[in-house]
């Protein structure tokens, strides 16, 4: 069962309002067992979108369309759909009571009645939250449906009456499940060549992702909704598990902040980080957790050399030596972190996040991370490729993952 | 001129991810003067991916693709394309030579050969800031261009490579001109109030966009070239400016920090930033741009009342007496940090992010600001709305405003 979702709205098309509509609908679909194969935009013009609705009946079985059955000129949805299924717009006596209960003791628009044409055969979907109905229309088996292009209307009306009305029409087919899994430390050509005999497999089909702190394996089975398919999705994911091991953090949108708050939560642990490159971005996500009070106790942005000497008392002598990116210098903020927080774990990164600032020797992406715990200090060396924010992103990632490995050691 | 972009990626289709890339390819295309007509999103099939290229063909003249070009198994972009456009695959010397240097010393996955394959014909696009290279293709007068999936590789390798392309290629056609004013402080409805006259206006067309952290007004004309349009933009920009003062922050998607950073250097003045409820917010925002060092000395994540008293030396009593979240607390710990980090500026921030936390004389929201100059302290009490992730971002936001306005008064 495949599903197209058509949007309609020039200011899509101009930049500077994202879609969100059609990604709450695949989210929806997924959930009754209907995969989105396509998702097309148009803007407000009834050529392009007659064009839309004719591709997608020759290539699936689902169409929802949002957006354009407003009362104005530039709302072209019902004259495309109704061109394209060759029926005629009638006015429905039930739409336009629907219209105008709305407006009550209001003064009524007398445009609104446009509001209340729909496609002969068409059954009217009742808008819950504002005024343009909907409707369906199933003909030649492609199920066909319009929704308002206001994300409060259209959701209401796809709750209320649009998803009820799929249930009944493809009840009891099939299921999708779907599951994410997040890496960190991997490259996605790794990753791939780690489970490329996983990736081959059909059922359930899993697909890669590379992301900019993240690669996502993605497992998604199209099979029956009983105990079998639940099982081979399981034991997809413990094969994929066993290949890459703890580098697989969280799943489904799990942040590596949150992962890690619960793991310092469980374990009654403290942190305090220094930071000199990533300016804050560590503390920042750390903080970004409610209730992260708890273990999170401080942090300095040691920018400078003399806030390195000052907050953290790096020696000036140990920077002059070894350059305020080095192994030596991290380790110390590590150690001096800790103690001056008095918590569990001292969290430290200095590296260069560029663009500019590398030498032959240093290059920008150079950053190292070190954790001092009660069992002494660990650093690592990194090298990271990108832009500034990437390498700032990366940095900020590879840091609290690193206090995740030890948890879980 | 009509563009068609085409995003490739399961994740897209699945719900979970929002589709950004196809908001930003179509915010720079019409810079450039071409309108996107339509945007197709396909998931990783190779045959799906066929159908849209050859549709888009049929009814657009330029086609963008992102994604797909990656070293696994799902990336299936080239294949569709070569078959469209009945060209061979070739594997390009200079495309492997830059896809090798990309992995210098580190060991090189000969998976990674295969982004080297382009479309015979193709000239190559070069990726800044990762390893798939990208390609365009004119062919019976269709540009057809092909980018990564990754969103800092799309925008550098658009910015750098594809967009002097297609100036070139169709330089000197009908432009577009949009310029966007963002503003910090004021309320969409207030926006809306005080430009209402020039809201109705159709030449330039005028719209407000409300963001988290600012409300925009977009200016698109779509008129010539010529100097008339360019001042007939300008004198609406010199209105809108004109009753909104000094909200108007910066324009075309510059961000605060940007504009802080570059009055700091003006000025030669230093900044240092005490955070409590953004916990390191502000510092990594500031340090996200290049050359930050030069103005952005040091910062303190004080959390803990701990962490206020020993980084800060805020007295404890004045903690117990007041509250951490306090207008006084808020005024010592900007002092303090001016002092010790013997800059020019100290910007401090105390507040409550929520969702829990709040009391009824201290609700979630409320956010103490201030800010320690030469001649003082200024201390400003805020109630922001929204979600801790907001509530945070709005204080971050409504902080540096407050750097920019004393730099600007």
């Given at each position: 069962?495949?599903a197209?979702?058509?949007a309609?709205?020039?200011?899509?098309?101009?930049?500077?309002?994202?879609?969100t509509?059609t990604v709450?609908?695949s989210?929806?679909?997924?959930?009754?067992?209907?995969?989105t194969?396509f998702?097309?935009?148009?803007?407000?013009?009834?050529?392009?979108?007659?064009?839309a609705?004719?591709?997608?009946?020759?290539?699936?079985?689902?169409?929802?369309v949002?957006?354009?059955?407003?009362?104005?000129?530039?709302?072209?949805?019902r004259?495309?759909?109704?061109?394209?299924?060759k029926?005629r717009?009638?006015?429905s006596?039930?739409?336009?009571k629907a219209?105008?209960?709305?407006?009550?003791a209001?003064?009524?628009p007398?445009?609104?009645?446009?509001?209340a044409?729909?496609?002969?055969?068409?059954?009217?979907?009742?808008?819950?939250?504002g005024?343009?109905?909907?409707?369906?229309?199933?003909?030649d088996?492609k199920f066909?449906?319009?929704l308002?292009?206001?994300?409060?209307?259209?959701?209401a009306m796809?709750?209320?009456?649009?998803?009820?009305a799929?249930?009944?029409?493809?009840?009891g087919?099939?299921?999708?499940r779907?599951?994410?899994?997040?890496?960190?430390?991997?490259s996605?050509?790794?990753?791939?060549?780690?489970i490329?005999?996983?990736?081959k497999?059909?059922?359930?089909?899993?697909?890669?992702?590379?992301?900019?702190?993240?690669v996502?394996?993605?497992?998604?089975?199209?099979?029956g909704?009983?105990?079998?398919?639940?099982?081979?999705?399981?034991?997809t994911?413990a094969e994929?598990r066993?290949?890459?091991?703890?580098?697989?953090?969280?799943?489904?949108?799990q942040?590596?902040?949150?992962?890690?708050?619960?793991?310092?939560?469980?374990?009654?642990m403290?942190?305090?980080?220094?930071?000199?490159?990533?300016?804050?971005?560590i503390?920042?996500?750390?903080t970004?957790?409610?209730?992260?009070?708890?273990?999170?106790?401080?942090?300095v942005v040691?920018y400078?050399?003399?806030?390195k000497?000052e907050?953290?008392?790096?020696?000036?002598?140990?920077?002059?030596?070894?350059?305020a990116?080095?192994?030596?210098?991290?380790?110390?903020?590590?150690?001096e972190?800790?103690?001056?927080a008095?918590t569990?774990?001292?969290?430290?990164?200095?590296?260069i996040?560029?663009?500019s600032?590398?030498?032959p020797e240093?290059p920008?992406?150079?950053v190292y991370?070190?954790l001092a715990?009660a069992?002494?200090v660990?650093?690592?060396?990194?090298?990271?490729?990108?832009?500034?924010t990437?390498?700032r992103?990366?940095?900020?990632?590879?840091?609290?993952?690193?206090?995740r490995?030890?948890l879980i050691?």
């Amino acid at each position: 069962m495949r599903a197209e979702i058509i949007a309609t709205g020039s200011e899509l098309l101009s930049g500077g309002v994202v879609d969100t509509n059609t990604v709450f609908l695949s989210e929806e679909l997924l959930d009754i067992g209907i995969e989105t194969a396509f998702k097309t935009i148009v803007g407000d013009d009834e050529k392009d979108m007659e064009d839309a609705v004719r591709i997608a009946r020759e290539r699936v079985d689902v169409i929802l369309v949002t957006g354009g059955i407003g009362p104005t000129e530039d709302d072209i949805t019902r004259r495309a759909i109704a061109r394209v299924l060759k029926k005629r717009l009638v006015l429905s006596d039930d739409a336009l009571k629907a219209v105008k209960a709305v407006f009550k003791a209001k003064e009524y628009p007398a445009a609104n009645d446009r509001q209340a044409l729909i496609p002969a055969g068409a059954r009217l979907l009742g808008n819950p939250v504002g005024v343009a109905p909907g409707f369906v229309l199933v003909e030649d088996e492609k199920f066909v449906a319009v929704l308002p292009g206001v994300p409060a209307e259209m959701q209401a009306m796809f709750r209320e009456h649009l998803r009820p009305a799929l249930e009944e029409h493809f009840g009891g087919k099939a299921v999708i499940r779907r599951k994410v899994l997040h890496t960190c430390g991997l490259s996605e050509s790794k990753v791939n060549e780690l489970i490329q005999d996983i990736l081959k497999q059909k059922r359930p089909a899993v697909g890669l992702t590379a992301r900019d702190t993240s690669v996502d394996i993605r497992i998604v089975a199209h099979e029956g909704s009983g105990a079998r398919s639940r099982s081979t999705m399981e034991r997809t994911e413990a094969e994929i598990r066993k290949k890459l091991g703890d580098t697989v953090y969280g799943v489904d949108g799990q942040e590596m902040e949150e992962i890690v708050g619960a793991l310092l939560l469980q374990r009654k642990m403290t942190l305090a980080v220094a930071e000199s490159c990533t300016g804050g971005l560590i503390g920042a996500r750390i903080t970004n957790i409610a209730g992260s009070s708890a273990y999170f106790e401080r942090g300095v942005v040691v920018y400078s050399n003399a806030a390195k000497t000052e907050l953290l008392g790096v020696p000036a002598d140990l920077i002059e030596r070894h350059g305020a990116v080095s192994r030596e210098v991290a380790k110390a903020m590590a150690q001096e972190m800790r103690e001056r927080a008095r918590t569990d774990l001292g969290l430290a990164i200095t590296g260069i996040a560029g663009p500019s600032g590398g030498t032959p020797e240093k290059p920008v992406g150079l950053v190292y991370i070190a954790l001092a715990t009660a069992g002494g200090v660990t650093t690592t060396e990194n090298r990271f490729l990108g832009t500034r924010t990437q390498v700032r992103q990366r940095s900020a990632q590879t840091a609290l993952d690193m206090v995740r490995r030890y948890l879980i050691a």
